[in-house]
């Protein structure tokens, strides 16, 4: 098995993670607020990760740097801005319309990455973004509804997330996995908490019996340890053998994953409309596999910077 197709088969698995672990999320945020949540889950998560790394290698510590600093701050902040983005634009929009408006950075990432680094564009990518943008829309459009500025926010989160995709390109192959991702988990740690304290009532996470809540306190858990810490290093470690657009096609399996298990845990049915759009995403994944790397050469991000 070549280097590419396992990180893609390792960034498909981060994606399973992060499907899986929608409902088990949105029943935590239906008690506690989503900046306090996120700010206790990606705090969590980088005390998690720095023991690890600690324990394992604590030498890797001696890499760390201004330079890696810098890179990690970066990604962190659109990882940040897309997860804010999202979270105010769900205050004025459908969940629907935001998971596709969110889907779009499908086909961001491979504009932005021609415009920011002339990388280039296979045919078999282009059609595979394309079936797979078509497939967001059939899983989340039910019916046609007016655009308002939560689907601008919204679009705003989709520019945060495609620009993270690419900023991981960028660096992942400069540093170490471990200190880039716990860097960049620690920022939006910070970031969230900051936002807290202006937006939302964040004592709430003091008060036990929420926190202690199995809703709130399995999905810190699994979110902490599972979705962010192994998540956001596994990115980090494996998006240097593969491309941002194939990345970005892989991510968009995540509302697949998320419609699977939100039947098999919540009992949530699957649409024929829906079940469509599913194949078509990975139809479009397939297509762009197929056609290789985008650059028409080795696909280590290095190249494309």
């Not at 993670?17 to 980088?46: D, Q």
């Not at 890499?63 to 990604?75: E, H, V």
């Amino acid at each position: 098995m070549g280097k590419s197709l396992f990180a893609d088969l390792i960034l498909l698995l981060v994606t399973l993670v992060w499907g899986a672990t929608f409902v088990m999320v949105k029943n935590a945020v239906s008690l506690l607020p989503p900046f306090t949540f996120n700010a206790v889950r990606f705090l969590l998560a980088s005390v998690v990760l720095g023991l690890i790394v600690w324990i394992m290698n604590r030498s890797v510590w001696r890499s760390f740097n201004r330079d890696l600093m810098k890179a990690g701050i970066q990604i962190g902040i659109w990882l940040f801005a897309g997860y804010a983005f999202q979270t105010f634009g769900l205050m004025y929009t459908t969940s629907s319309k935001a998971g596709f408006i969110t889907g779009l950075s499908v086909v961001l990432v491979p504009l932005f990455s021609f415009w920011l680094f002339r990388q280039k564009i296979r045919k078999q990518t282009i059609a595979g973004v394309c079936i797979a943008t078509v497939g967001l829309s059939l899983i989340s459009f039910n019916k046609a509804e007016s655009v308002n500025c939560g689907d601008l926010l919204v679009l705003l989160c989709a520019f945060s997330f495609a620009m993270h995709i690419i900023t991981v390109s960028r660096y992942a192959s400069k540093f170490s996995a471990f200190l880039l991702g716990f860097v960049q988990i620690t920022t939006v740690g910070i970031f969230n908490a900051l936002a807290a304290l202006i937006f939302e009532k964040w004592r709430i996470v003091f008060q036990m019996d929420i926190l202690m809540s199995p809703h709130v306190l399995y999905a810190l858990m699994v979110t902490s340890v599972f979705a962010t810490a192994f998540a956001f290093v596994a990115q980090s470690q494996f998006q240097k053998f593969t491309t941002a657009t194939r990345t970005a096609l892989i991510f968009s399996m995540e509302p697949v994953f998320a419609a699977v298990t939100a039947y098999l845990w919540a009992n949530e049915i699957l649409s024929p409309q829906a079940i469509i759009g599913s194949l078509c995403i990975l139809t479009g994944m397939i297509l762009a596999e197929l056609g290789g790397d985008d650059s028409g050469g080795s696909t280590h991000a290095t190249e494309h910077v």
